[in-house]
């Protein structure tokens, strides 16, 4: 669990750059940076494959590269109107905020 902090880390950092920049652009198109961000994260791989990339790899396992840092953010939910009790909210007092 230890490898993966720094690299979880730089994922929520990064995604909040890049949702800083997206404010500033006219029409940025959410749907399509949420998905393709989906896309990019999504591999599929066997049990005992993903056993190894938890034991040595310093990346958390794809599907949570995407979905967990998306939960924290007010741009994600609002756009796709998560809202308590759906199975991407998180709690306010349970999100992670970076800088």
């Known amino acids: 669990m230890q490898l ?37 994260q999504k591999q599929a791989r066997y049990e005992e494959a993903e056993k190894e990339y938890v034991a040595t790899n310093d990346h958390p396992v794809e599907a949570y590269r995407a979905n967990v840092p998306l939960q924290n953010y007010d741009d994600f939910l609002n756009f796709y109107g998560i ?17």
């Open 4 to 40: 993966i902090h720094g690299e979880a880390i730089s994922d929520l950092g990064s995604l909040k750059c890049l949702l800083s920049i997206a404010k500033e652009q006219e029409n940025f198109d959410y749907d399509m940076f949420f998905k393709q961000l989906a896309i990019i």
């Open 83 to 99: 809202k308590e009790g759906d199975g991407m909210y998180l709690a306010p007092e349970d999100r992670i905020t970076v800088w």
